[in-house]
């Protein structure tokens, strides 16, 4: 019988939970993305009146992220041109009017990830 240490066992375990909370988080950001990026960074982030976010915005560090959709600051500190809302002030569209909480705001990053390889 193979032994496995405690340290490689917890790991195993933990590794098993995040990839079973990553795909609820998917749907979850998918719907958040939908509802209210898609129309300005396109169905899968390529851009169009909003700046492209594939391969850019998704590997972000998270705060960097969140200061970006909250406070329309990019991850180099520049303000980020209109229309480009900031969900700080005026809430999400869907649902109206909530300012969105960490929890989806690593929705919807885990989701654009999924628009291919970082560049």
């Known amino acids: 019988m193979v032994k496995y240490s405690k340290p490689l066992m917890a790991g195993f375990a933990l590794a098993l939970a995040a990839s079973t909370v990553h795909a609820q988080d998917l749907a979850a950001g998918k719907k958040l993305y939908v509802d209210n990026c898609q129309r300005c960074h396109s169905a899968k982030?390529?851009?169009?009146?909003?700046?492209?976010?594939?391969?850019?915005?998704?590997?972000?560090?998270?705060?960097?992220?969140?200061?970006?959709?909250?406070?329309?600051?990019?991850?180099?500190?520049?303000?980020?041109?209109?229309?480009?809302?900031?969900?700080?002030?005026?809430?999400?569209?869907?649902?109206?009017g909530e300012i969105p909480t960490d929890a989806e705001l690593q929705d919807i990053q885990a989701y654009i990830v999924t628009f291919g390889p970082k560049k």
């Open 45 to 96: 982030g390529q851009g169009g009146v909003g700046v492209k976010l594939a391969g850019d915005a998704a590997y972000w560090e998270f705060d960097a992220f969140k200061k970006a959709v909250l406070m329309g600051v990019d991850d180099g500190g520049k303000t980020l041109k209109k229309p480009m809302p900031l969900f700080a002030k005026v809430g999400l569209t869907v649902p109206k």
